[in-house]
């Protein structure tokens, strides 16, 4: 299957992209004479103002190889191997991170069913008890998605409740943002709207889903959580020794606007890929297109053969749903190729 995919444009990930040409040049641009390493050069220095800048100035950033490292290593910051931490059941550090974060935390993560991928404060005060118990982990995280695996939103005020109802109860706010660029284009907020003036305490920055080759950052907005980071961070092999090439990635991508030009344009082709595969016979969209990935229902016996010529995930294997993610460099005609696919698909099998 992947072989006969090679080459060809998928849904199943946007990271199976490719690396922008502007991302690629910036990397190009800093592979000059040498610099000093471990994030001391003018690249790492100029990001991090960038980054800073974006988020209201007062805050703290770090690079990191991974989205799971900068999940892990935020979160560890954040807790004692006692504490637990709150999440969906279908949040990336429950479901596919290969237990990593209760691995290196020590924390227990206690999950909530949340069938859009998005948590409330009702459901959140299912855990909240046991304070003082010494028999129990005691709650020290909410960890919530922007935007969810299930490719819904959180809006600036839900994200705020949850940070006020959290923080009321001595808990920290953490938000996995592998999608946060892909989240501020649909809402049409700011980052700082978003994040900062929520009062969320720590966020993975994704940029790898959006155009970079590889890296993410790990922004403190609560600026005391990482007093002690930078040797987190080097126990948890994560301090790059040729930072500049990450650092570079993040520059370009926030600068004049890389970021919301390359989501913009793939959230739209989740939008034109729902709307042309959702008006075919016996294909169900099953959930509001809000971001770059859709949702669908298809009848069983096409599912593999459509899988052969454009590689995507079935997200639910006994309901036969499956899920298309769109990306950055996803065209009009990788949507319309597809559909005439799928199309003549459902027509060979019966379905018109």
């Not at 996803?330 to 005439?340: H, N």
Request: with cysteine; proline share 3%; glycine share 8%.
């Amino acid at each position: 299957m992947q072989e006969k995919n090679m080459g060809k444009r998928g849904f199943a990930s946007d990271n199976n992209s490719g690396v922008h040409p502007r991302i690629l040049k910036a990397i190009s641009r800093v592979n000059e004479d040498h610099v000093i390493a471990y994030g001391d050069d003018k690249y790492t220095i100029q990001a991090i103002a960038r980054i800073k800048d974006i988020f209201g100035g007062d805050a703290e950033v770090f690079f990191v190889f991974n989205g799971t490292a900068a999940n892990v290593l935020g979160l560890k910051a954040a807790t004692e191997s006692w504490n637990s931490v709150i999440c969906a059941e279908t949040a990336h550090i429950n479901s596919d991170e290969c237990g990593a974060p209760e691995k290196f935390t020590g924390c227990k993560l206690l999950t909530l069913p949340a069938p859009d991928g998005k948590l409330n404060v009702d459901l959140i005060s299912r855990h909240m008890h046991s304070f003082g118990f010494e028999h129990h982990t005691q709650p020290g995280v909410v960890s919530i998605t922007q935007a969810t695996e299930m490719g819904t939103l959180y809006t600036p005020r839900e994200i705020r409740e949850i940070a006020e109802y959290a923080h009321s109860h001595g808990l920290w706010l953490h938000i996995d943002g592998a999608r946060i660029c892909n989240a501020a284009a649909a809402l049409g907020v700011s980052f700082e709207e978003m994040i900062t003036a929520t009062g969320t305490d720590i966020l993975s920055f994704g940029g790898t889903k959006n155009g970079l080759m590889y890296g993410e950052a790990i922004v403190f907005l609560n600026r005391s959580l990482a007093e002690n980071f930078r040797y987190v961070r080097k126990q948890g092999m994560q301090l790059a020794s040729k930072m500049r090439y990450i650092a570079a990635q993040f520059d370009e991508m926030l600068k004049d606007d890389l970021w919301l030009e390359n989501s913009l344009h793939a959230n739209k082709m989740a939008s034109l890929l729902a709307r042309e595969a959702g008006s075919l016979p016996n294909v169900k969209i099953t959930r509001k297109v809000e971001i770059n990935g859709v949702f669908a229902c298809l009848p069983p016996a096409i599912i593999e053969p459509l899988m052969k010529e454009f590689f995507f995930y079935v997200w639910n294997e006994p309901e036969s749903e499956v899920r298309w993610m769109t990306s950055w460099d996803t065209t009009e005609e990788d949507i319309y190729s597809f559909t005439e696919v799928l199309k003549k698909l459902l027509a060979d099998a019966g379905y018109a």
